[in-house]
């Protein structure tokens, strides 16, 4: 069936460092890819996303290139700021429009 | 503003009691969905609906049911029967099958439950 593995976390970075958070996949079919950020007591917003093979999501500093050919969607920002300490989750939709979660990434960013 | 609106923030129940959380969406989205987050955990699927009078089990529906009466609405009851269910729920919306499966899911600030 279709999954997601992300990085085990808790990732601790100094600020302005530079962040990968790995995430692959396994899926039929042809899944549209997501990275959700979630802030403590709040739900999950959409970061990114890319819905097909060499699409790269872009959004507020943050990439990820959706890799057919090593099932990969893995998370990069060039300089990390306090404000990115969040949980960070990996999903794809796949078939019948049923999203799956990685177990989430927990970023610490010191100053 | 389109959203997902849940309600109650913050519930407490008592043991052997039913609750129910409510999910409305003005996005106009076919499909919803329920899920659980344990702290420090991922996302447990626990029902969703692609459409209005229609829902699957997820992977933790034991303990758990829904309807989906109104496309807008999709509220999850929390029986006595979920032995452990302290937890925070989080509900989401969907373009559907309708919109392949390129949209994305949006989420809900969700809602916290405490068992006393």
């Known amino acids: 069936g279709d999954s997601v593995t992300q990085m085990e976390g808790p990732v601790t970075l100094s600020e302005e460092a530079f962040l990968t958070i790995n995430c692959t996949y396994t899926?039929?079919?042809?899944?549209?890819l997501f990275w959700y950020v979630q802030y403590p007591g709040e739900g999950l917003q959409l970061l990114l996303k890319?819905?097909?093979?060499?699409d790269k999501g872009s959004n507020k500093g943050f990439e990820a290139t959706y890799r057919k050919e090593t099932t990969s969607f893995h998370l990069e920002k060039g300089s990390v700021q306090v404000s990115d300490s969040a949980v960070y989750f990996c999903a794809l939709n796949g078939n019948f429009n049923k999203f799956y979660f990685g177990s989430g990434t927990k970023l610490n960013v010191k100053p | 503003d389109g959203g997902i609106t849940q309600s109650p923030k913050y519930l407490f129940r008592k043991e052997g009691q039913n609750v129910t959380l409510s999910c409305e969406q003005n996005l106009n989205h076919d499909a919803m969905y329920w899920y659980r987050q344990d702290p420090g955990q991922g996302l447990r699927l626990i029902y969703y609906s692609q459409i209005v009078n229609d829902f699957q089990k997820g992977d933790i529906a034991e303990g758990y049911s829904v309807s989906r009466e109104k496309k807008e609405s999709f509220p999850l009851t929390v029986t006595s029967a979920q032995k452990n269910p302290t937890a925070f729920y989080l509900c989401a919306s969907s373009r559907g099958l309708a919109g392949g499966n390129t949209g994305e899911l949006f989420f809900g600030e969700g809602s916290r439950l405490t068992v006393l």
């Open positions: 899926a039929t079919g042809y899944p549209s």
């Open positions: 890319a819905t097909k093979a060499d």
